[in-house]
């Protein structure tokens, strides 16, 4: 396979939720592979510090706030998409949250319905907005990122670990449904990475220890650069014939 398969030079590039963790090793790698990339979350300062160090290392971004949760944002983003770029190739479903952790029993209405929204109706109304914007392009990639917990659920993480699931169902529809306009959705499952999101076990040393030994072959967490090679494969034309289906970057906990 010749390397320039993964070559994304002309390509429109939205990465929500890129303004740190795996977001932001996915944006930079995109970029890198020649992508523009329009780097979005709730917040402009961290997507635009994103955004200026892609372009200051010779790539090209811009930023743009999206909130995920809120389908006004997400209409905003995609219609000054269309007015700049005219169209999308690749669009990256990476903002999350997971507000609760908790027994699934106790979980508040407020973190059920804030994680329902972000991490499944988000994912899902960019999708259907990118449509029209892949359509004008001839060809998209649509790229979910989930997590191990769609598979095995996480202890405490109830309602996280079924908005993971419902992604990687959602990542199936759309994938049927588009595939005959050459639209593909992929998803990828990362396991224990080192990000804000994870923040909290780093602080204690013995339940990091504890959580990876024996759960974790590699024993170790990932970094977010190690699921920013995926993606690229899932968003470069080396994927051509991969739709519908699942990456699990995991470093072995799934075994
Ligand atoms: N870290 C792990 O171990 C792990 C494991 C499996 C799966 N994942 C998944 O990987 C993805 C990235 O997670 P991460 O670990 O890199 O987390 P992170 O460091 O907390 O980053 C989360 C990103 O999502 C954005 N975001 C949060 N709420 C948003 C909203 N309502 N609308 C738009 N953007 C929003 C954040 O930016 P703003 O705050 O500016 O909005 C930030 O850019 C998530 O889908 C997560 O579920 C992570």
Redesign the pocket.
């Known amino acids: 396979m010749s390397q320039s398969n993964f070559d994304l030079s002309g390509r429109v590039a939205l990465i929500?939720?890129?303004?740190?963790?795996?977001?932001e090793a996915i944006a930079l790698r995109l970029a890198e592979a020649g992508a523009h990339v329009i780097c979005?979350?709730?917040?402009l300062e961290?997507?635009q510090a994103v955004a200026e160090k892609i372009n200051d290392t010779g790539g090209s971004a811009h930023a743009m706030v999206?909130?995920?949760?809120e389908l006004s944002s997400i209409e905003q983003t995609m219609g000054a998409i269309a007015k700049k770029h005219g169209k999308l190739h690749i669009l990256v479903n990476?903002?999350?949250?997971?507000p609760f952790y908790g027994p699934v029993s106790e979980t508040p209405e407020w973190a059920y319905d804030k994680t329902m929204e972000?991490?499944v109706k988000?994912p899902f109304f960019l999708s259907a907005k990118a449509i029209p914007l892949m359509r004008a392009a001839g060809s998209g990639s649509i790229i979910n990122?989930?997590?191990?917990?769609a598979i095995q659920p996480g202890q405490l993480q109830g309602v996280y670990s079924v908005t993971?699931a419902a992604l990687v169902s959602m990542t199936k529809s759309f994938a049927k449904e588009y595939a005959p306009e050459n639209i593909r959705c992929n998803a990828v499952l990362?396991?224990?990475?080192d990000?804000?999101?994870?923040a909290v076990f780093k602080q204690d040393e013995k339940l990091l220890d504890t959580l990876l030994k024996g759960n974790v072959p590699m024993n170790r967490m990932a970094q977010?650069d190690e699921m920013a090679g995926a993606v690229l494969y899932l968003a470069s034309d080396s994927s051509s014939y991969t739709t519908g289906t699942e990456i699990v970057i995991d470093g072995g906990y799934l075994l």
Not at 190 to 193: I, L, V
């Open positions: 929500n939720g890129a303004s740190r963790g795996i977001g979005t979350s709730r917040k961290g997507c999206c909130h995920a949760g990476n903002g999350a949250t997971n972000v991490n988000g990122i989930a997590s191990i917990n993971k990362p396991g224990f990475t990000t804000k999101m994870t977010p």
